[in-house]
């Protein structure tokens, strides 16, 4: 093996007696040129590659400025609008409560539970609002026994919704005893 | 824009042409380019189907990156920077297959029909030249390719591996010596 080091600069002369050295030593190697009409191929791939990564990023593009930003500006003015006006109960409009009673039992422990969770987070006040909770404290400890939580949790209970969540599982467990 | 005027424009009125736009002008400039990049490619990789994924993506990465380019280099040397890393980076995968292959976590993380590929033979990467390249650093690989086979000036070279062209010089002679002991040891040993 080559091992000598060197450090000073080589002549141009000697570069290209190296060079010519070595090249005839490999006169005899074969040719690595893939066949001629690959270069076709090269250039048709990679223009596909290039239109396929230039369309995606001006999908990306576009998907940002035709749904993303007016998607987030549409919420934003929801939000503000729920703000101001609150809507007027109609009778025949499904509730968010009907749209819950609908989901399978674990699912509802689950948003409860989540619910539950968050607001034992934000242990700025262990409130218990009696009047939201228009079951019994037994009937609520029972549940929250059953499902894994403990009535001290229940009453750290800040969030309306969370008490009729709450009553519509008591119907829920109502109902299932006729 | 008018591409059809596009062969007489020099490089740099291209890129501006496909910053502008026209993607006609980029097909140009791969035109003048794709052998060579190929070339540095098969070279640094030491077969065709790695060659041609760099090769490819060297290009695409170019077109995405036109932006990036800054006219204080030549275009060329600035893609063939992009295709010696590719290449450079596909090696050191290569050397991780070659290292799975032989170990027993083949069977666990590869795919059956990644298994059962055969490692490159001597016929398919050029022989007793291809291992001498192969036995080569990294730095040596790139500086032989670009100035051996693409016969790039040292300041070129320089550019596109970003040191001084001092230094490349000796690591020149170096290589080149070292691979003629290897090509004529292989051919003692025939004879």
Partial sequence: MWTRQRTEHPSD?????????????????????????????????????IDNASSARALS??????????????????????HYYVPERNPDQVTVIEIVSMLPEESQDSLVAYLLDRTALSDSGLVFYGDLLELSEDEVEQYMVASGHTAVLLKSLPDE???????????RKRTSRF | MNSQATPELSDLELVQHVRAGD??????????????VYRIARRIVGNHEDADTVAQEAFLKAYLGLGDFRNDSTFHTWLYRIAVNLALNAVRKQQIMSYLRESELLARFLPRDERSR?????????????EALR??????????????????????????LKT??????????????????????VDAAAH
């Fill in chain 1, 161 to 171: 919704h969370i008490g009729e969540l709450i009553s519509l599982l008591q119907t």
């Fill in chain 2, 118 to 130: 055969a490692p490159l033979n001597d016929s398919e990467t050029g022989g007793t030249l291809q």
């Fill in chain 1, 13 to 49: 002369e000697e570069e290209k007696r190296e060079r010519e050295r070595l090249t005839s030593l490999l006169s005899g190697q074969p040719e690595e040129a893939p066949d001629p009409a690959y270069w076709q191929e090269l250039m048709a791939g990679t223009n596909r590659r």
């Fill in chain 2, 164 to 185: 001084s062209v001092g230094g490349l010089k000796v690591n020149y002679i170096q290589t080149i010596g070292q691979i003629r002991e290897h090509l004529s040891s």
């Fill in chain 2, 135 to 160: 036995a080569l650093p990294e730095k040596q690989l790139s500086v032989f390719v670009l100035r051996f086979f693409e016969e790039l000036s040292y300041e070129e070279t320089a550019e596109i």
């Fill in chain 1, 61 to 82: 593009v576009s998907w940002v400025a035709r749904v993303a930003i007016p998607g987030a500006v549409s919420i934003l003015f929801f939000f503000i609008g729920l």
């Fill in chain 2, 23 to 36: 993607r006609q002008a980029f097909t140009s400039l791969m035109q003048r380019y794709h052998k060579q």
